[in-house]
């Protein structure tokens, strides 16, 4: 079975653009939530998404969206790239919101 | 305010020993702890679990304790293998409004063949 998937799995961008990723979740979970790991940080929480609904936000700025698909895939969006965004961006899923999450590989994001 | 702590950036223990890992938190809501582990290149991968009602969850040859009046939960490793070597993360799921997971910053281990 495959795990969760994340695309692409290196990024580069100038300050300023715009940026999407993606994440396809474990067969069967309806669940995905987005994580930004800084180097020598442990995952800091974005957002959860579930059954295509927005469940969760951390504190992150309005320039960080996202959505959920009815395949639950789901799109994470970074408007008005900072070089401060470069980082490491997670992909979770899990079967619903309060149950173990399965994290992909990561996305490695650097801003220039 | 960081709610989760591991004070412990690396560690490194002979292969065959017994690796402990510790981490502290501040918040006595949390009801559900985690530890992942992490290869470098490579997303966080679940390793055990334990629930704020329990005070041990054992797992082959890992073991956490939970300690809910100290506010500490500490991984144990017996015996330690080479290929336990990554950086392990504890995790504390907040479970009032949305079910995130705040997450310490990580203990390196090392173990020596």
């Known amino acids: 079975d495959a795990g969760v998937t994340q695309s692409p799995t290196h990024l580069i961008k100038t300050r300023g653009q715009h940026v999407t990723l993606r994440c396809s979740p474990i067969?069967?979970?309806?669940?995905v939530s987005w994580y930004q790991q800084v180097l020598g940080q442990g995952p800091q929480f974005i957002f959860q998404?579930?059954?295509?609904?927005?469940?969760g936000r951390g504190n992150f700025p309005d320039r960080f969206s996202a959505r959920q698909f009815p395949n639950y895939s789901s799109e994470l969006n970074v408007n008005a790239l900072l070089l401060g965004d470069s980082a490491l961006y997670l992909c979770?899923?899990?079967?619903?919101?309060?149950?173990?999450?399965?994290f992909g590989q990561g996305t490695r994001l650097t801003v220039v | 305010d960081q709610q989760v702590k591991q004070n412990s950036p690396s560690l490194s223990v002979q292969e065959g020993r017994i690796s402990i890992l510790n981490c502290d938190y501040t918040?006595?809501?949390?009801?559900?702890f985690l530890w992942y582990k992490k290869y470098p290149a490579e997303g966080p991968t679940f390793l055990i679990s334990?629930?704020?009602?329990?005070d041990k969850n054992e797992d082959g040859r890992f073991t956490v304790f939970l300690n809910k009046s100290a506010k500490h939960l500490s991984l144990h490793i017996v015996p330690s293998q080479p290929g336990d070597s990554a950086v392990y993360f504890c995790?504390?799921?907040?479970?009032?409004?949305?079910?995130?997971?705040?997450f310490g910053t990580g203990t390196r281990l090392k173990v020596l063949a």
């Open positions: 998404y579930y059954e295509k609904e927005e469940r």
């Open positions: 067969s069967g979970h309806k669940s």
């Open positions: 918040n006595s809501m949390f009801d559900y």
């Open positions: 979770a899923s899990s079967t619903g919101p309060s149950t173990e999450a399965f």
């Open positions: 995790a504390a799921r907040a479970s009032w409004g949305t079910y995130k997971y705040i």
């Open positions: 334990i629930s704020s009602i329990k």
